[in-house]
């Protein structure tokens, strides 16, 4: 896993403005590229953007200590953060120039429990895009075995700037 450019500051970060300006896809394949800084949150739980196409991303990462609860498992906080992440920015990648979005509420089903430093594939696939919402489905897979660990879903709210 490769860790991308990613930002040190708030002002290393894309502005509004500069996500407005250009389509989701666009603005995805900036991060994915490093053309944009991707957010700290995937160096704080160690992930990192891996694929994006017109309504799917992958984000890729390995689970770290830093990440267990006190059952010494992966916290439920970390599957969520990946899946929220893959999700929603599977919904961005179908926004046109001058629209955004923001999660409205999202689902996670753990079906197994991922060991601590495997390397995992969270994908996300958009199932609905349309003026006003966004809906999305992602699974985590093991990047070596391919065993699902955990499903989840998502609605998004589409707005204009």
């Known amino acids: 896993m490769s860790h ?7 002002e290393e970060l894309p502005t509004f403005e500069d996500m407005i300006s250009m389509s989701g896809l666009d603005f995805m394949q900036g991060v994915l590229t490093g053309e944009l800084a991707g957010p700290p949150i995937a160096r704080t739980l160690n992930f990192a953007l891996a694929e994006v196409d017109h309504g799917h991303v992958v984000f890729e990462g390995r689970p770290q200590f830093e990440a267990t609860n006190p059952l010494r498992t992966v916290h439920g ?4 953060t990946i899946l929220d992440s893959c ?8 926004l046109e120039k001058g629209s ?8 996670v089903n753990i079906v197994k429990a991922i060991p601590i430093g495997m390397p995992v594939r969270a994908i996300g696939s958009v199932q609905h895009a349309g003026r006003s919402t966004g809906v999305a ?7 070596d075995d391919g065993r699902l660990y955990a499903t989840g879903s998502t609605t998004c ?4 700037s």
């Open 87 to 94: 999700m929603a920015c599977a919904v961005m990648t179908t």
């Open 100 to 107: 955004y979005y923001t999660t409205l509420e999202f689902k």
């Open 77 to 80: 906080g970390w599957y969520g």
């Open 157 to 160: 709210i589409i707005m204009k």
């Open 137 to 143: 489905v992602g699974e985590i897979r093991g990047k």
């Open 4 to 10: 991308r450019k990613i930002a040190n500051t708030l």
